[in-house]
């Protein structure tokens, strides 16, 4: 079996984008990918984001679960705890 | 209507949005930035928004307040950018029938708001910059 490799877009906002030192990443991954796996790479890869009360992903504007599965042209987004208002 | 924006946000004018002969009362929650976070001095906040995901966000919480109170009309503003002490963050204005459902609808938006909108405000400090509620 070939590993199928999908790119994938993070736009960062509020600390994720200084944790990130950009508003957006792209990261390729094997398929198949989920929001935990996501989370995973990301930890490893930046783990000041584990420091953070908590980290949400939204797929296409959507808070997505763990278990999310994701593809190729997702809109994928770093949500950190919102403090509007 | 909801809106985000980097204007100076016009209270008057919101209410204009959701006045009608029909509603009795209108009840309007007013977010402003404070001068202080646990007594150290806030000159200013700065506010980003996920601006498509936010837009929806508020939505859901609109459509949620229509269905759950009498709800005649809902207008909730929020602003981006930068906003000095006094300034306007938020304003959320709601029309019902009656002023008992207008309070707790406003409340709800507002509550909800501050949990599931994609909103993010940075306190500046004289001495450096914060973002609110990001660590423990």
Redesign the interface.
Known sequence: MIDRKIALEI?A???TK?VLKARSIEIELNEPVNIAHLKEVLLQEYPELG???SLAI?VN???AEDDTQLSEHDEV?L??????? | MIRLTKENIDIHQLFEEVNSGSAGGVDIFVGTVRNATKGKEVIALEFEAYEKMAISELQKIVDTVISRWPVQKVAVIHAVGYKKVGEIAVAIAVACPHRNEAFEACRYIIDTLKETVPIWKKEIFHDGEVWVSAHP
Do not use: T
Request: hydrophobic share 40%.
């Open positions: 736009l906002f509020g600390i200084e420091d953070l009360n939204a504007s959507e808070y987004a949500i950190p705890p919102v403090s509007g208002g």
